[in-house]
């Protein structure tokens, strides 16, 4: 894999309690940190828009030829509005991943939306979906779901696109811009 490959990377605006939206960021970068593009969509808080929003940020910037993967924050934006990443492979080609610093605690994401959401089958059963990888970093592991391609080329694509740290940068530096137009600074880690 090259340096030079492109990448989509996700994250969402921070939200409180209330909001009805919040926004998703995508910076397009080459694997090597090189910032192209920046993209930005509306969603809604525990809403159901986030994948048709991410294929319609895919398919219609104009970097869309050069894309190689995109990687997610998680597998969820706005609260609990689920991404089908298998449904964005499905209808752009490009594999996806999703990586987060902690193992998700399936036992409190069901009982979390058993309480909030009479559809909470088709968002548990959404988000259990495919297997979790734990990779090692030279820090802490991070957890990784991967459609499009193999767990070898995902860790691959991993390795190359973190600068620092353990998010690959397309995800950091989305989360970075993401905070910053919503709360007028960014902050935090992705």
């Known amino acids: 894999m ?10 969402d605006g921070p939200f409180h309690f209330g909001d009805q939206t919040t926004i998703i960021v995508g910076t397009i970068m080459r694997a090597n940190g090189y910032l192209e593009c920046v993209l930005k969509r509306e969603i809604q808080v525990d809403g159901s828009d986030a ?18 993967a995109v990687l997610l924050d998680g597998a969820a ?13 499905q209808e752009t080609k490009l594999p996806v991943l999703t990586i987060t610093r902690d193992a998700p605690n399936f036992k409190d994401i069901k009982k979390a939306l058993q309480s909030h959401f009479s559809d909470w089958e088709i968002r548990y059963n959404l ?6 990888y734990p990779v090692d970093t030279k820090y802490n592991p991070i957890y990784l779901k991967c459609v ?15 600068i620092q740290g353990v998010i690959p940068e397309p995800i950091r530096v989305a989360h970075l811009i993401a ?4 709360s ?3 902050y935090g880690k992705a």
């Open 127 to 132: 988000l259990k979906k495919g297997d979790l």
């Open 77 to 89: 934006v706005g609260g609990f509005n689920i991404i089908d990443i298998g449904k964005i492979f």
């Open 179 to 182: 905070s910053g137009i919503t």
């Open 184 to 186: 007028g600074e960014s």
């Open 51 to 68: 994948t048709d929003n991410l294929i319609e940020m895919i398919i219609h910037t104009h970097h869309r030829k050069q894309l190689q």
């Open 148 to 162: 499009g391609l193999g767990l070898e080329k995902a860790k691959e694509i991993i390795t190359l696109s973190t």
């Open 2 to 11: 090259k340096s030079q490959m492109r990448l989509l990377g996700v994250d």
